[in-house]
Every structure is written in structure tokens, then in C-alpha cells.
């Protein structure tokens, strides 16, 4: 019923900056967090950041003041900023959304996946 699309990924440069989307469809009822992880080769996944329907948000210690996340409730969408990229963000970022469907019924649903890429 429910799909989390990712897109935005890329390389780019150490320094530069990447806007990553995930777009959430499906016979969703309410959103209650989005976020986005992210995995490296031979690493567990981490989180990144979270942004609730209230819009707080949480972020991990390597990325703040770096990354900025926010979403859009009208679209179920969510969105991260990445600006001052380092090597060390290389990843696949997913994204993750707890939701409630029609049939009222709360899971947690991820995104496929998106390649991100820092290097020179």
C-alpha cells in the first residue's frame, strides 16, 4: 500500500552540498515522523535525522550544524539538506517514515535507497 520514494542523490565534491526528497504515496491516513538513515559498506545503519508532524526534529552528533531536515505535511514529503559534505557521509541514505493507513494501522515503512557520494 505504501511506498517511499528517495531521490537527489549524487557525487559531489568534499564541501559541496546535495538536497535529498522522499516523497511518501499510498492510502496514508497521518504521518507521525520521517526521517532519513543511512548505511555504509560493511556498517550498520545510522540515523541521521528525524523531523516530527510538529516539526522537531532530532539530529546525530555528525551531522549538526551541517545537515538541516524538514518536511512538507501537505505532500508527505520529507526533505535534507546537506551542505559542507565530507568524505565520511558516503552512504545510501534511506528514508523512513511511522505512519498510520486507512485501515488504521501504524507501521513503519522504508525508502529504497540513495546513493550518496562525497569525493574528489
Known amino acids: 500500500q505504501v511506498q517511499l520514494v528517495e531521490s537527489g542523490g549524487g557525487l559531489v565534491q568534499p564541501g559541496g552540498s546535495l538536497r535529498l526528497s522522499c516523497v511518501a504515496s499510498g492510502s496514508i491516513f497521518n504521518i507521525y515522523v520521517m526521517g532519513w538513515y543511512r548505511q555504509a559498506p560493511g556498517k550498520q545503519r545510522e540515523l541521521v535525522a528525524t523531523i516530527t508532524s510538529g516539526s522537531s526534529t532530532d539530529y546525530a552528533d555528525s551531522v549538526k550544524g551541517r545537515f538541516t531536515i524538514s518536511r512538507d505535511n501537505a505532500k508527505n514529503s520529507v526533505y535534507l539538506q546537506m551542505n559542507s559534505l565530507k568524505p565520511e557521509d558516503t552512504a545510501v541514505y534511506y528514508c523512513?517514515?511511522?505512519?498510520?493507513?486507512?485501515?488504521?494501522?501504524?507501521?513503519?515503512?522504508w525508502g529504497q535507497g540513495t546513493q550518496v557520494s562525497v569525493s574528489s
Open positions: 523512513n517514515a511511522r505512519l498510520i493507513t486507512n485501515p488504521l494501522i501504524t507501521n513503519n515503512y
